[in-house]
Protein backbone atom coordinates (compact mmCIF):
# COMPACT_ATOMS: atom_id res chain seq x y z
CA UNK A 1 0.00 0.00 0.00
CA UNK A 2 2.68 2.32 -1.40
CA UNK A 3 1.24 5.70 -0.34
CA UNK A 4 4.35 7.64 -2.26
CA UNK A 5 5.90 7.36 -5.78
CA UNK A 6 9.53 7.79 -6.31
CA UNK A 7 12.00 7.60 -8.99
CA UNK A 8 14.27 4.50 -9.04
CA UNK A 9 17.13 6.51 -9.27
CA UNK A 10 18.64 10.10 -10.52
CA UNK A 11 22.03 11.30 -11.08
CA UNK A 12 23.85 14.76 -10.19
CA UNK A 13 26.77 16.80 -10.33
CA UNK A 14 29.02 17.36 -7.18
CA UNK A 15 28.33 20.83 -6.35
CA UNK A 16 25.29 21.13 -8.20
CA UNK A 17 21.36 20.80 -6.64
CA UNK A 18 19.50 17.67 -6.30
CA UNK A 19 15.95 18.03 -6.69
CA UNK A 20 14.27 14.59 -5.57
CA UNK A 21 10.61 14.23 -6.40
CA UNK A 22 7.82 12.54 -4.42
CA UNK A 23 4.29 11.56 -5.07
CA UNK A 24 1.59 11.38 -2.51
CA UNK A 25 -1.86 11.89 -4.22
CA UNK A 26 -3.87 10.01 -1.47
CA UNK A 27 -1.93 11.74 1.60
CA UNK A 28 -4.33 12.72 4.18
CA UNK A 29 -4.85 16.30 6.20
CA UNK A 30 -2.64 14.99 9.00
CA UNK A 31 -0.14 13.19 7.61
CA UNK A 32 3.43 14.48 7.73
CA UNK A 33 6.16 14.53 4.86
CA UNK A 34 9.13 13.06 5.89
CA UNK A 35 12.34 12.43 4.14
CA UNK A 36 15.37 10.43 5.34
CA UNK A 37 18.73 8.70 3.95
CA UNK A 38 20.47 5.35 4.02
CA UNK A 39 24.13 5.47 2.95
CA UNK A 40 25.40 2.29 1.92
CA UNK A 41 24.73 -0.43 5.11
CA UNK A 42 23.77 2.38 7.22
CA UNK A 43 20.98 3.33 9.25
CA UNK A 44 18.40 5.26 7.83
CA UNK A 45 19.26 8.96 9.27
CA UNK A 46 16.46 11.72 9.01
CA UNK A 47 16.58 14.91 6.91
CA UNK A 48 13.51 16.54 7.01
CA UNK A 49 9.90 16.63 7.39
CA UNK A 50 7.16 19.56 7.11
CA UNK A 51 2.91 19.51 7.38
CA UNK A 52 2.53 22.27 4.41
CA UNK A 53 4.69 24.70 4.64
CA UNK A 54 8.66 24.73 3.06
CA UNK A 55 10.96 23.26 5.43
CA UNK A 56 14.57 24.37 5.36
CA UNK A 57 17.50 22.89 8.09
CA UNK A 58 20.90 22.72 7.90
CA UNK A 59 20.92 19.60 5.56
CA UNK A 60 17.89 20.33 2.58
CA UNK A 61 15.55 22.44 2.01
CA UNK A 62 11.38 20.39 1.69
CA UNK A 63 9.28 21.90 -1.15
CA UNK A 64 5.75 20.90 -0.66
CA UNK A 65 2.62 21.77 -3.55
CA UNK A 66 -0.42 23.67 -2.40
CA UNK A 67 -2.43 20.92 -2.94
CA UNK A 68 0.50 18.55 -1.38
CA UNK A 69 0.09 15.94 -3.58
CA UNK A 70 3.88 16.16 -4.16
CA UNK A 71 7.02 17.64 -2.61
CA UNK A 72 10.59 17.56 -4.23
CA UNK A 73 13.57 17.60 -1.74
CA UNK A 74 16.15 19.70 -2.50
CA UNK A 75 20.20 19.03 -1.52
CA UNK A 76 21.62 22.98 -2.29
CA UNK A 77 24.84 21.48 -3.28
CA UNK A 78 25.76 18.11 -3.52
CA UNK A 79 28.72 16.33 -2.37
CA UNK A 80 29.87 12.58 -2.79
CA UNK A 81 28.67 12.50 0.18
CA UNK A 82 25.21 12.84 -0.90
CA UNK A 83 25.23 9.33 -2.37
CA UNK A 84 22.45 7.08 -0.81
CA UNK A 85 18.63 5.86 -0.71
CA UNK A 86 16.79 8.66 0.21
CA UNK A 87 13.03 7.87 1.16
CA UNK A 88 9.65 9.98 0.98
CA UNK A 89 7.16 8.66 3.81
CA UNK A 90 4.02 9.97 4.20
CA UNK A 91 2.90 8.83 7.04
CA UNK A 92 0.60 8.99 10.42
CA UNK A 93 4.31 9.43 12.55
CA UNK A 94 3.56 5.83 14.33
CA UNK A 95 3.85 3.51 11.28
CA UNK A 96 6.72 4.53 9.63
CA UNK A 97 6.97 2.30 6.87
CA UNK A 98 9.89 2.86 4.26
CA UNK A 99 9.20 2.29 0.50
CA UNK A 100 11.78 1.76 -2.62
CA UNK A 101 13.07 5.14 -2.21
CA UNK A 102 15.58 6.77 -5.15
CA UNK A 103 19.09 5.94 -5.14
CA UNK A 104 21.14 9.45 -5.77
CA UNK A 105 24.40 9.07 -7.45
CA UNK A 106 26.62 12.37 -6.83
CA UNK A 107 29.11 12.15 -9.81
CA UNK A 108 31.98 14.29 -9.71
CA UNK B 1 24.83 11.59 23.75
CA UNK B 2 24.61 8.21 23.00
CA UNK B 3 22.80 7.27 20.22
CA UNK B 4 20.44 3.82 19.81
CA UNK B 5 22.74 0.85 20.77
CA UNK B 6 22.52 -2.69 18.87
CA UNK B 7 24.21 -5.92 19.78
CA UNK B 8 25.33 -8.13 18.58
CA UNK B 9 26.52 -5.88 14.98
CA UNK B 10 27.40 -9.26 13.49
CA UNK B 11 26.11 -12.94 13.78
CA UNK B 12 26.60 -15.66 12.24
CA UNK B 13 24.39 -18.93 13.32
CA UNK B 14 23.04 -22.31 11.88
CA UNK B 15 19.72 -22.33 11.08
CA UNK B 16 17.78 -24.28 13.91
CA UNK B 17 19.22 -22.01 16.88
CA UNK B 18 17.65 -19.05 18.69
CA UNK B 19 19.02 -15.93 18.10
CA UNK B 20 18.56 -12.41 20.61
CA UNK B 21 18.94 -8.93 19.42
CA UNK B 22 19.44 -6.78 21.52
CA UNK B 23 18.52 -2.29 21.69
CA UNK B 24 18.85 0.12 23.64
CA UNK B 25 16.98 3.55 22.53
CA UNK B 26 18.23 7.06 23.04
CA UNK B 27 17.16 8.03 27.00
CA UNK B 28 14.25 9.84 27.45
CA UNK B 29 12.70 8.57 23.80
CA UNK B 30 8.99 7.10 24.25
CA UNK B 31 8.39 4.92 20.57
CA UNK B 32 11.05 2.07 19.90
CA UNK B 33 10.77 0.48 16.34
CA UNK B 34 12.54 -2.56 15.07
CA UNK B 35 13.27 -2.88 10.91
CA UNK B 36 14.48 -5.69 8.77
CA UNK B 37 16.53 -4.86 5.60
CA UNK B 38 17.10 -7.58 2.89
CA UNK B 39 18.05 -6.82 -0.96
CA UNK B 40 15.08 -7.64 -2.04
CA UNK B 41 12.41 -6.98 0.47
CA UNK B 42 13.62 -3.74 1.27
CA UNK B 43 12.97 -1.76 4.58
CA UNK B 44 10.52 -3.53 6.61
CA UNK B 45 8.71 -2.25 9.51
CA UNK B 46 8.66 -5.52 12.24
CA UNK B 47 7.16 -4.14 15.13
CA UNK B 48 6.96 -0.95 17.58
CA UNK B 49 6.21 0.00 20.83
CA UNK B 50 5.19 3.26 22.35
CA UNK B 51 5.90 3.30 25.87
CA UNK B 52 7.03 0.01 26.23
CA UNK B 53 3.69 -1.30 24.95
CA UNK B 54 4.03 -2.95 21.37
CA UNK B 55 0.98 -1.30 19.53
CA UNK B 56 1.49 -2.87 16.11
CA UNK B 57 3.05 -6.23 15.24
CA UNK B 58 1.51 -6.97 12.15
CA UNK B 59 5.13 -6.76 10.15
CA UNK B 60 6.64 -9.82 12.28
CA UNK B 61 7.00 -12.25 9.73
CA UNK B 62 5.35 -15.27 11.27
CA UNK B 63 5.53 -17.00 14.92
CA UNK B 64 9.12 -17.69 15.11
CA UNK B 65 9.67 -13.63 15.74
CA UNK B 66 8.91 -12.50 19.31
CA UNK B 67 9.74 -9.13 20.41
CA UNK B 68 10.03 -7.34 24.07
CA UNK B 69 10.30 -4.27 25.91
CA UNK B 70 10.42 -4.94 29.36
CA UNK B 71 11.71 -1.58 30.24
CA UNK B 72 11.83 2.19 28.68
CA UNK B 73 15.54 1.63 27.89
CA UNK B 74 15.58 -2.21 26.63
CA UNK B 75 14.18 -4.30 24.03
CA UNK B 76 14.79 -7.32 22.34
CA UNK B 77 13.68 -9.21 18.97
CA UNK B 78 14.13 -12.81 19.14
CA UNK B 79 14.22 -15.61 16.45
CA UNK B 80 13.54 -19.19 17.41
CA UNK B 81 14.33 -21.06 15.51
CA UNK B 82 15.97 -19.70 13.12
CA UNK B 83 16.06 -20.09 9.40
CA UNK B 84 18.76 -18.93 6.78
CA UNK B 85 15.44 -16.69 5.11
CA UNK B 86 15.82 -14.56 8.56
CA UNK B 87 19.35 -13.61 7.14
CA UNK B 88 19.49 -9.69 6.72
CA UNK B 89 20.26 -6.42 9.20
CA UNK B 90 17.88 -5.81 11.94
CA UNK B 91 17.51 -1.51 12.48
CA UNK B 92 16.20 -0.61 15.99
CA UNK B 93 14.98 2.90 16.02
CA UNK B 94 13.81 5.18 18.52
CA UNK B 95 11.74 8.42 18.64
CA UNK B 96 11.50 10.91 21.33
CA UNK B 97 7.78 12.09 20.58
CA UNK B 98 4.42 10.38 20.50
CA UNK B 99 2.72 13.23 17.96
CA UNK B 100 2.86 13.35 14.81
CA UNK B 101 6.16 15.34 14.49
CA UNK B 102 8.71 12.50 15.87
CA UNK B 103 11.91 12.14 13.70
CA UNK B 104 13.08 8.36 14.22
CA UNK B 105 17.00 7.73 15.50
CA UNK B 106 18.20 4.39 13.97
CA UNK B 107 21.15 2.34 15.24
CA UNK B 108 24.08 0.35 13.25
CA UNK B 109 22.12 -2.30 12.89
CA UNK B 110 22.49 -5.89 13.54
CA UNK B 111 23.83 -7.93 10.75
CA UNK B 112 22.47 -11.38 11.17
CA UNK B 113 23.90 -14.46 8.70
CA UNK B 114 22.07 -17.73 9.45
CA UNK B 115 23.50 -20.84 7.45
Known amino acids: DAKTTQPPSMDCAEGRAANLPCNHSTISGNEYVYWYRQIHSQGPQYIIH???NNETNEMASLIITEDRKSSTLILPHATLRDTAVYYCIVRPRDDMRFGAGTRLTVKP | DAGVIQSPRHEVTEMGQEVTLRCKPISGHNSLFWYRQTMMRGLELLIY????????DSGMPEDRFSAKMPNASFSTLKIQPSEPRDSAVYFCASSPLAGPTGELFFGEGSRLTVL
Open chain 2, 49 to 56: FNNNVPID
Open chain 1, 50 to 52: GLK
